[in-house]
């Protein structure tokens, strides 16, 4: 075997991975459309049939309650927005606790603030990277008001778990569901379990429309005040009579009619765009198989992954050699990936000062942000997730093959790289 690259060798993959790209003419062609129209937005942050948007946005977000069967779809500019927007939705008041995983985007657990919530960290599963149940069970107490799952890297939260946690609580369930479209637990989709479920349209997701999101939800009330704080919820309160204004201050979180045309188009082609993905990472899977140290991602019995990540755990006592030692070396061999993903977020000087908009609303908590407060996150962040961008590449199987046979090259030279 030629020795590693890291020290001389010749790279297996001696070419740079291409950037996966799923837009093509059906998305051009739907654009110019658009244009041609002359109506790039149909929103009117007034009340009238306009209030809601486009006949675009609105063709859209019909085709998404077709295709995820749920009972209503309301488009946002971003899945930030869609979390920020579901948080007023579901009523978070000054001083009620939000609990949120600490290994995801920043925005999932900056979405309570914005109301004055407080995020309460609890811990994540050591194999699905999602939250652990039995941690948010311990983190409840009567101040409570709601819980984020994120079913991060493609793999669905013990999602009917935690919706039978919400219900016996009395609090709201939000999903998270940026990474994961068309991922499945017990035949239903995430983020339609929760109360209200957030989809991700940013440009690296599975699929996507530049920047914009969905949320979805089948309670009438929700959607309505979804759908006013996307929209200057301020205007509408009185033409609808909504006898509870609370939260009824409405953003611009709207979505053009050019990023829903895009939207459409890539949603007929979801199931191929996601399919490709997930085959990549189940031959990748497959072919790190009985490697000592490695541990390819587990899915969960009666789920469906989707690998908007393939996320690996490193044993560094197994391996004999450091995760970081390891992951350089895999980037010699022309194996694009990174260690750790995010830091917990609690970590984040905005916890760690508890300093948000100046010292609210931590003024109104007693609840601390301090090291080692999530154990497994810390592990996993700090020795042993070593993980892949797979939405981020253009993959075929000869790729695949090539970093397959990467990881098992470097895998067997490791001793040399103590």
């Known amino acids: 075997m030629d020795k590693l690259a890291i020290h001389g060798g010749t790279p297996v993959i ?5 950037h996966y790209s799923s837009i093509g003419d059906r998305e051009m062609n739907a654009v110019a459309e658009v244009i041609r129209s002359g109506n790039l937005s149909g929103f009117y942050g007034s009340w009238g049939d306009e209030f809601f948007g486009g006949p675009v946005v609105k063709q ?19 899945a930030t927005s869609g979390l920020f927007a579901a948080m007023g939705a579901v009523g978070i008041r000054p001083g009620d606790e939000v609990i949120v995983p600490p290994y995801s985007m920043s925005a999932t657990a900056m979405a309570p603030l914005v109301y004055g919530g407080i995020p309460v960290f609890a811990d994540i599963e050591a194999e699905t990277f999602c939250l652990d149940p039995e941690s948010v069970r311990a983190n409840i107490t009567e101040k409570t008001k709601a819980i984020i799952a994120v079913n ?57 429309t530049g920047e914009g999101g969905m949320c979805v939800t089948d309670n009438d009330d929700l959607c309505l005040r979804l759908q006013m704080i996307r929209n200057h919820a301020e205007n509408i309160v009185e ?8 939260n009824m201050v409405g953003f611009n979180y709207r979505m053009t009619e050019m990023s829903a045309a895009v939207g459409i188009s890539q949603l007929a082609g979801i199931d191929q765009h996601v399919g490709q993905r997930a085959q990549i990472a189940q031959m990748l899977s497959r072919g790190i198989e009985g490697l000592e140290g490695l541990s390819s991602p587990v899915v969960r019995r009666n789920c469906r992954h989707v690998y908007y990540v393939w996320a690996i ?11 970081e030692r390891f992951s350089e070396a895999l980037a010699a061999e022309g194996f694009p990936n990174f260690c750790g993903y995010v830091r917990p977020l609690y970590l984040l000087p905005l916890f760690q000062r508890r300093i948000a908009f100046g010292d609210y609303p931590f003024n109104l908590t007693t609840r601390r942000y301090g090291k080692g407060m999530c154990p497994v996150t810390e592990r996993l962040y700090e020795k042993e997730l070593l993980c892949f961008e797979n939405c ?27």
């Open 313 to 323: 755990r490193v044993d560094e006592r197994v391996l004999g050699v450091s995760r």
């Open 152 to 208: 991060l890297f493609g793999h669905p939260a013990a999602l009917a778990e935690l919706r039978t946690l919400a219900d016996q609580h009395g609090v709201m369930l939000v999903e998270d569901n940026a990474q994961s479209p068309l991922a499945t637990e017990n035949d239903r989709y995430a983020g339609t379990i929760g109360h209200v479920g957030v989809f991700s349209l940013n440009y690296h997701k599975h699929i996507h």
């Open 60 to 78: 859209f977000e019909k085709e998404w309650v077709t295709h995820f069967s749920v009972k209503h779809a309301v488009s946002v500019n971003s």
């Open 239 to 246: 033409p609808l009579n909504i006898s509870n204004p609370i």
């Open 392 to 418: 981020m590449y253009e993959v075929h199987a000869g790729d695949a093959e090539r970093m397959i046979e990467a990881i098992r090259k470097v895998h067997a030279e490791r001793g040399a790289l103590v």
């Open 14 to 18: 001696s070419h740079q991975l291409p």
